[in-house]
């Protein structure tokens, strides 16, 4: 049985492969425009996550016609079709209900070339792994909803949910990428675990090289954590072996479900420190080496300080 991944894709011939994905949620911010800004974002996510370009898309849209402005529903178009324009994907169409709670998203249908596709399952001994956004955005959002998070923080985490991993994507295109995937819901460590279920290797993270969004880690210690870091913890804690030395709070922001996160890729040591550095230079600018593959045969994570 073949391993899913984060879109999926069909081989049309021996130079080209479409990759096909969809998402949609419900609104993570106050603004409509920048609404539809993350729910593009994060929708055009899966095709970089796999090497390629995305071409066109299509809107997906559940709206409370008889209890909200048809202004907030425009604006949420406007938000996505610019991200859209950004990326040079073109919207060609789509499909909108009558429903009881906002939703808005993508179809997204992207190229590649079926050389260059990555997947989330090729580790290899000794790789390093690379994150291009930092965590915290799940706990940022809660905070948001409780009316605990400023003005800056809001504008800031929005802007971070707002960026392409176009730029991410581009760059590590010149490195040889064993494997990739985007840190979306299932959290850093839960994504990780979809990489290593099956991989015949174990990863091992350093909590201490994670970059965390600073005010996460303050919400985090107040207890603000989403309903879904707990899910994602009770799924995926049989995988996972903390260091006592790692802070409780820490562990638990490991499993905080991101909205538009970043990319993970898998490299040999030899690439990871110039990837990096090339990533800081074209505006990824907190992307960081946190943790390696391991010739460990349990398929497990192990977190250290």
């Not at 939703?103 to 990555?118: E, N, R």
């Not at 706990?139 to 991410?168: E, Y």
Request: hydrophobic fraction near 40%; charge should be negative; proline fraction near 4%.
């Amino acid at each position: 049985m073949k391993r899913p991944d984060d879109a999926g894709v069909y081989k049309i011939s021996d130079e080209l492969a479409i990759i096909q994905t969809v998402d949609f949620f419900t609104p993570i911010v106050d603004d409509p425009y920048w609404f539809g800004q993350i729910a593009a974002t994060n929708a055009l996510s899966d095709v970089y996550a796999m090497g390629g370009e995305p071409k066109t898309a299509m809107n997906l849209v559940g709206f409370p016609l008889k209890t909200m402005e048809l202004s907030v529903l425009r604006r949420i178009i406007e938000g996505g079709l610019d991200k859209m324009k950004e990326a040079n994907v073109v919207l060609v169409g789509g499909h909108s209900v009558e429903d009881n709670e906002l939703k808005y998203g993508l179809s997204v249908t992207g190229f590649v070339h079926p050389d260059k596709l990555w997947s989330k399952h090729q580790l290899q001994k000794n790789d390093q792994l690379i994150l291009t956004k930092p965590v915290g955005t799940g706990i940022i959002n809660t905070a948001i909803k409780g009316g605990l998070a400023s003005g800056p923080v809001v504008d800031d985490v929005t802007q971070l949910m707002a960026q392409l991993n176009r730029q991410a994507a581009d760059v590590m295109k010149a490195y040889p990428v064993h494997a990739c995937t985007d840190i979306t819901g299932f959290g850093l460590l839960g994504h990780i675990a979809e990489m290593v279920v099956g991989s015949g290797f174990s990863i091992e993270i350093e909590s201490g090289r994670v970059p965390f969004i600073k005010e996460a880690i303050e919400y985090a210690a107040m207890g603000l954590f989403p309903a879904g870091a707990y899910k994602n913890k009770a799924f995926r804690i049989s995988m996972v072996e903390f260091s006592k030395m790692v802070d409780p709070i820490i562990c638990d922001m490991l499993f905080d479900p991101q909205t538009s996160g970043g990319l993970l890729f898998c490299v040999a040591q030899k690439y990871a420190e110039k990837a990096v550095d090339d990533l800081i230079s074209n505006s990824c600018h907190e992307s960081a080496v946190i943790g390696k593959v391991v010739n460990d045969h349990s398929e497990k994570i192990y977190v250290c300080e």
